[in-house]
């Protein structure tokens, strides 16, 4: 239900934009958010973002750099600027199954889509 896309190879500080798109049901009353994860690493909450779209969250490991927005339908993204090496992975959207939370909890997303890779070459 949920399918990500954007992904590709782009050259280190080059800019992609992903995309999360919702399909068969809607999620806009649901947190959504972007994970990644490398080869040989654990998997890595990137940037959530509530029902409203008012609140985010950054890993200090993107922040300044990436950007989480929604169109509070069925639709989540992330401009993805200064791209660096180390952000190379695929990267998956979830959601929260619980209808307007306002904590952006790791654990509280539980719905997966299928992922899209994005490759950063030096």
């Known amino acids: 239900q949920l399918q990500a896309s954007g992904g590709g190879l782009v050259q280190a500080g080059g800019s992609l934009r992903l995309s999360c798109e919702a399909s068969?049901?809607?999620?806009?009353?649901?947190?959504m958010g972007w994970f990644r994860q490398a080869p040989g690493k654990e998997r890595e909450f990137v940037a959530p973002?509530?029902?409203?779209?008012?609140?985010t969250y950054y890993a200090d490991s993107v922040k300044g750099r990436f950007t989480i927005s929604r169109d509070n339908a069925n639709t989540v993204f992330m401009q993805m600027n200064n791209l660096k090496p180390e952000d190379t992975a695929v990267y998956y959207c979830?959601?929260?199954?619980?209808?307007?939370?306002?904590?952006?909890?790791?654990?509280?997303?539980?719905?997966w889509g299928q992922g899209t890779l994005v490759t950063v070459s030096s």
């Open positions: 973002i509530t029902w409203s779209g008012e609140t």
């Open positions: 068969r049901r809607t999620f806009g009353s649901y947190a």
């Open positions: 979830a959601t929260d199954a619980v209808k307007y939370r306002s904590a952006l909890n790791e654990a509280d997303f539980t719905l």
